[in-house]
Nanobody
Framework: QVRLEESGGGFVQPGGSLKLSCAAS????????MYWYRQAPGKQREHVAG???????AYSDSAEGRFTISRDNGKNMIYLQMNNLRPEDTAVYFC?????????WGPGTQVTVSS
């Protein structure tokens, strides 16, 4: 069983930055892939960024060039640096990992971008 806990969300003005963190209960080396997803009110959950164990990274079109996913294996942490935030980035952001046959989600952290 893998437990994930996100933090770092909050309220920010357009153009601002936030760094989300995801603390994992297990070693990141055990995860095939790590992701950030988000879900805005009334919308489906969508992929934002992904990072495989081998280091392959992929971003959604809206995140490309503004967001950066990274990890710290020593701390079992996954990060999402978000720059130049827009009102449409407002959502609950979730950390998600694949580990063996399991898929695990954190409870999410709210990000609100508004002037």
């Amino acid at each position: 069983q893998v437990r994930l806990e996100e933090s770092g969300g909050g309220f920010v003005q357009p153009g601002g930055s936030l760094k989300l963190s995801c603390a994992a209960s297990g070693s990141l080396d055990d995860f095939e892939a790590m992701y950030w997803y988000r879900q805005a009110p009334g919308k489906q959950r969508e992929h934002v960024a992904g990072l495989t164990r081998r280091g392959t990274i992929a971003y959604s079109d809206s995140a490309e060039g503004r967001f950066t996913i990274s990890r710290d294996n020593g701390k079992n942490m996954i990060y999402l640096q978000m720059n130049n935030l827009r009102p449409e980035d407002t959502a609950v952001y979730f950390c998600h990992v694949h580990s063996g046959p399991g898929n695990y989600w954190g409870p999410g952290t709210q990000v609100t971008v508004s002037s």
